[in-house]
């Protein structure tokens, strides 16, 4: 079955530059989270979507982050006026639901590279 | 803080050794924890996941242990293969919130033939 996909795979862009980064969960996948991941660093939690629930957004750097979730599936990361430290994965997830022994499913990950 | 630290920060072995990857954290209370195999240029794939209550669960070759007095855990690696040459990554959740993780820097593995 389809896995958790994530488009672009690589972008590029200029500093200043906005960027939207879309990620398609499992289908049925309730959950959904977005993580960055610099290199050397751990995985850093941006922010949670759980059905219809009001998103956790404490992981947000700064609010020239800001993700959407449409209709509990697709969900989009945008980053307006980029800065060279926002180059990094962002890698989103699914599971089915939350709770101690649920798993997630990773997707491959956008490379974000701000010159 | 909550913190996961993860030893060694690389590691290169010869194919068919075994070899064993810590875990230290300081999450309180915790929850679960979990480790993750990412190969490079892909997401994180879930190995096992333990909860207080567990203090070993395998996944074929991979065999993870918890200790929750002594917050350690760590990973043990079987007979090991080419295709286990990977990061793996440390991931704890506390009772605060189950789906805040928080993830160790990983312990990059090689495995040479």
């Known amino acids: 079955g389809a896995g958790v996909s994530q488009s672009p795979s690589n972008k590029v862009t200029e500093k200043g530059k906005d960027v939207e980064l879309r990620c398609d969960p499992i289908s049925g996948h309730t959950a959904l989270y977005w993580y960055r991941q610099s290199l050397g660093q751990g995985l850093e939690f941006l922010i949670y979507f759980q059905g219809n629930s009001a998103p956790d957004k404490s992981g947000l750097p700064s609010d020239r982050f800001s993700a959407e979730r449409t209709g509990g599936s697709v969900s989009t990361l945008t980053i307006q006026r980029t800065q060279q430290e926002d180059s990094a994965v962002y890698l989103c997830?699914?599971?089915?639901?939350?709770?101690?022994?649920?798993?997630?499913?990773f997707g491959p990950g956008t490379r974000l590279t701000v010159l | 803080k909550n913190q996961v630290e993860q030893s060694p920060q690389s590691l290169i072995i010869l194919e068919g050794k075994n070899c064993t990857l810590q875990c230290n954290y300081t999450v309180s209370p915790f929850s679960n924890l979990r480790w993750y195999k990412q190969d490079t240029g892909r997401g994180p794939v879930s190995l096992t996941i333990m909860t207080f209550s567990e203090n070993t669960k395998s996944n074929g070759r991979y065999t993870a242990t918890l200790d929750a007095d002594t917050k350690q855990s760590s990973l043990h690696i079987t007979a090991s293969q080419l295709s286990d040459s990977a990061s793996y990554i440390c991931v704890v959740s506390g009772n605060s919130g189950t789906y805040k993780y928080i993830f160790g820097t990983g312990t990059r593995l090689k495995v040479l033939a």
């Open positions: 997830a699914s599971s089915h639901q939350t709770g101690p022994a649920d798993t997630q499913y």
